[in-house]
């Protein structure tokens, strides 16, 4: 550990450590919050799969066009852009409950904003932190932001579901949002102080069309990469997705509410962490045949969230 804070002796990365790590945590907060502020609308399970969706969607399909924006424009710029758009939507967001004006349609535009936000911000993620530290602290900096990021996922949630069972109706799940909010404007702030950064100037790029068709190539001639990425796409769409959908709904049945799923969440980020823990300094003979037949254990959870759910008879 003592290692990884050495990162933070460069004044520029420090900084950025600081805003992404409050981000980071706003983010963790803000899906407990949308959940519950849509089954409190009246929606149902049905509105809440909607909303969600319309999230995850332009994350996936942006998440290339991303990386070229980062190349043309500077990573710094887009995740600008990036965090003003998140941080309008997610109080866009809190400003329709809080004034009873949080219809299915509005619903879905704020949750369409945020993921576009969230699909162009993660590839300039990775240009920009090479810019920010010396080569021979880069390993330390990422070790250090993975950990920041585990730590977020747990207290995250479990911050979110509080807030928002402390206050009444609309308000808990508004006032998340609006911290979420902040967080963005934080992040923004910090990132416009490091417009020292050096910027990619004209000319150093290829066309848009030439690195999608040379990144697809990398993609498709590795076939571990493609494998594990279908594997994953069905993990999402099969489980992970209908998990973020029956679990806010057993926990607003049976469990208590917001403050419940908060908790389910932090136990899931913390075993994640757990298990990065696990496996520091062992190095297995197959990694990712280990990663994918751990993901099979998500199963259980969404057979224990599909067994808490009634479904009326007709």
Not at 69 to 89: E, N, P, Q, T, Y
């Amino acid at each position: 550990m003592s290692k990884m804070l050495t990162a933070l002796c460069d004044r520029d990365f420090r900084w950025f450590f600081a805003g992404y790590l409050t981000s980071k945590l706003g983010t963790a907060m803000a899906p407990v919050a949308t959940a519950f502020a849509v089954l409190h609308t009246g929606v149902g399970p049905a509105g809440l799969g909607y909303v969600m969706a319309a999230r995850i969607v332009p994350v996936v399909l942006l998440l290339l066009l991303g990386g070229v924006f980062a190349d043309r424009l500077g990573g710094r710029k887009v995740m600008i852009a990036s965090d003003v758009l998140r941080c309008g939507a997610q109080a866009g967001f809190a400003v329709l409950l809080l004034t009873g004006h949080a219809s299915l349609p509005a619903m879905t535009v704020a949750a369409v904003l945020s993921g576009i936000g969230e699909g162009v911000f993660t590839p300039s993620l990775q240009a920009l932190i090479p810019k920010l530290i010396p080569g021979d602290r880069l390993g330390d900096a990422n070790a250090l932001l993975s950990v920041a990021v585990s730590g977020a996922g747990v207290a995250g949630p479990a911050l979110g579901g509080l807030l928002a069972a402390a206050l009444p109706g609309a308000a808990g799940p508004a006032a998340v949002l609006l911290a979420d909010a902040a967080s963005y404007a934080v992040s923004v702030i910090v990132l416009i102080r490091l417009a020292h950064i050096p910027q990619p100037g004209p000319g150093e790029s290829p066309s848009v069309l030439r690195e999608l068709r040379d990144g697809w190539h990398e993609f498709s001639s590795r076939s571990w990469l493609w494998a594990t990425t279908v594997q994953f796409c069905l993990f999402n769409a099969l489980v992970w997705a209908p998990y973020l959908v029956l679990g806010p709904v057993v926990a607003e049945r049976r469990l208590g509410g917001a403050g419940a799923w908060g908790l389910v969440l932090a136990a899931n980020s913390l075993g994640s962490v757990l298990g990065g823990l696990a496996l520091l300094g062992r190095r297995p003979r197959r990694p990712l045949l280990l990663s994918v037949a751990a993901a099979f254990g998500y199963v259980t959870s969404l057979v224990f969230a599909q067994s808490g759910v009634h479904v009326p008879k007709r």
